[in-house]
């Protein structure tokens, strides 16, 4: 992965005394509370219900083993001994003091990390698919890219202050993973005709209250000018979105009221002055960049192991395991691994300082010393030899990181929520909790099959419930709480927003809702059948008709 | 003491300032919040300048003088001469058009001096303008920034092609002065310098 050099390394030296500065100002009265919000949270600092909430980058996913136990340790040392993966494949401590924030940062810095545009009106984390570089689908392994945009955006001054937060996914695979369509530029690189390296351009997706997927509005783009083409989009966006009002402020609500032809001309004649200009990116620095995601030095292995195909022959602990959370490799004999961060019944994404130091150890012994967050908020070591299968398995196992439920109904996607953020009108933890006991039962999990839900505690939808196949939104009737539930969303190149079934749920309610959808789907499926292809072939009047059908039935179905 | 920075040959200091700045009456109008019809969400919420604002709009008859865009434009032909010795400079807010200024004064350079004036300190449109005004229209005099300027913005004030500063008045300006150096060698190119890193200094192969 990406090594700082002396220039990167300053830059973030620089940047923990500029805070340092900034929090000693603001403790002194010399920064009103107003003035010092933008710059405490440009640096990913939160003022949240309990306490101050940091978030740490983690650029486009990767982090090395040093990295992760150095997070462990910072969790032990200035919180409550864990951390939480959110969707953005960043780290958010959840109750760090706001005095302690600079020496935060300062041990970051050290460990080449830091929290720079995790929050704030500007250009956020770039995120990517987890299996970026190892996926057999892949076309282009994006990630020099994304580094060299992270690069860019950092400290932009012309876009410091944007109207409202930007956020940019690029991917490289011909299955997009990384969610291109939900954000504010989205860059999918491709091989064209010439068989040169080049960028379909998305502008203007974005969840929260108006969710709306993305438009093309390049198919071609020569990645020399990515930095270019994306300074020509944000510039008309910075004087032009609105910032009256933020919740219009985003750019998806620029482009839908002058309509994508508009807004192309108008960054395309923005772009006449911009192309080539000293940002365009050289052969040289790509190189540079690329070079440190050189492919790993993997040997040379049979394609089948022996050892382990006996051990998932004979033990369906470990075959449900593989079947969940193996995944395939581009290099023969290696496979990924995703560690849940999904356990039945606690909050998903959470993990502890042990369980980092364990995940630390385990990416040193079996995947040359990194490994990645996922937007599905789990963890990801991407170069297992098929041989190490087996005692990595035990060992997560140990630790509480092998529950077999990847892609399955309990791998749930949620947000803080009540509990922890200030904007919620529900709680969400507690629901995902309660969903996840529900089902606790490994074989019906499976024979559900692959479903995604998502929750998220208010419509800001930092829990992606839009695209989940199931999703939940924590709504306020009355000063109480409720669910509002949605089926057929769904995330990728079919990417689609879902509807809403009807009223909303009560808490309590909620685990029988889910129950209830899922009969429909069970009873309903043909073979090979999604629960998402299900609703979308049936739509949602039959999933209605069972989840509001007259109590007596109710209890008819379940007794 | 002054408030205000100015930035000469890459070194900043406290000036005293030989400008006066000139600004529009309050208006009568009430404030209208629609979106224009030209440069949509242009005008939300902005307040519109009234013809009334602009005749009733006294300008000291010597020194040198920033005059609000309307009122430059309105008067162009009387300030004529002064114009031409170079007594004045001209002043816009984050939400008015340069377009309007260029169309009204096709060469800048004519100006001694441009000023934007920010509202509200997380207004990050000033930057597009400082950009545009020096690489689009080539301005070369005095760029300057009033109104909400404080000194976490001013590293960026700087690279967007700023070169003087007046931060606001309840702030030390010469405190202000050590976060125009908050970072040595910025990543990517910018009005400052507009090389990326990757172009002026060598990262190795
Ligand atoms: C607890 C503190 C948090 C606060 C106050 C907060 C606040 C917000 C707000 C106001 C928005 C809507 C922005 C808009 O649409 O313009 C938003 C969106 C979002 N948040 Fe959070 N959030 C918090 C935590 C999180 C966490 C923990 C995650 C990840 C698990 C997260 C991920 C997201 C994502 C992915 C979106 C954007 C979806 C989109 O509009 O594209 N947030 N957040
Ligand atoms: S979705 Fe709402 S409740 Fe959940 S973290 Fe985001 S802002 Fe908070």
Redesign the pocket.
Known sequence: MYQYDEIDQQIVDERVAQYRDQTRRYLAGELTEDEFRPLRLQNGL?I?RQAP?LRIAVPYGMLSSKQLRKLGDIAKKYDKGYG?F???QNL?LNWPRLEDTPDILAELATVQMHAIQTSGNCIRNITTDQFVGIAPDEVIDPRAMAEIMRQWSTFHPEFALLP??F?IAVSGTKEDRAVCQ??DIGLEFYRDANNQIAIKVWVGG????TPILGTVIREHLEWQHALTYSEAIIRVYNLHGRRDN?YK??IKILVKALGIDEFRSQVEAEWAHLKNNENTITETELARVAKHFDAMPYETLAAQNADFDAAVASNPAFAAWVKRCVHPHKQAGYRAVTLSLKPHGSAP?DITSEQMWAVADLADAYSFGELRSSHE?NLILADVKLSDLYPLWEKARANGLATPNIGLLTDIIC??GGD????ANAKSIPIAEAIQMQFDNLDYLHDIGELELNISGCM?????HHVGHIGILGVDKDGSEWYQVTIGGKQGNDASIGNVIGPSFSADEMPNVVQKLIEVYLKERTADERFIDTVRRLGIAPFKAHVYSPKETNTEVTA | MSSLISLKNDVASVASDNWTLVKLPESQVEERKQAGKVVLFKLTGEQTVTEAQVANTVIPETGNVIVPLSVFIARQQALKTRIAQGEIGVWLATHELLETLTQAQADLNHLPFIAIFVERFADGRIFSLGNLLRTRYGFKNELRAFGDVLRDQLFFLKRSGFTSFVIRADRSAQDAIASLNDFTQPYQGAVDEPRPVFKRYNRGA
Do not use: D
Request: with cysteine.
């Open positions: 939160y949240q909430m939480h959110s969707t953005r958010q409202r937060k956020k939900a954000h974005g969840l929260g209250r933020i402020a985003r994404g908020q947000c803080p922890f953020c200030s904007l800001n939808a930092c829990g992606h």
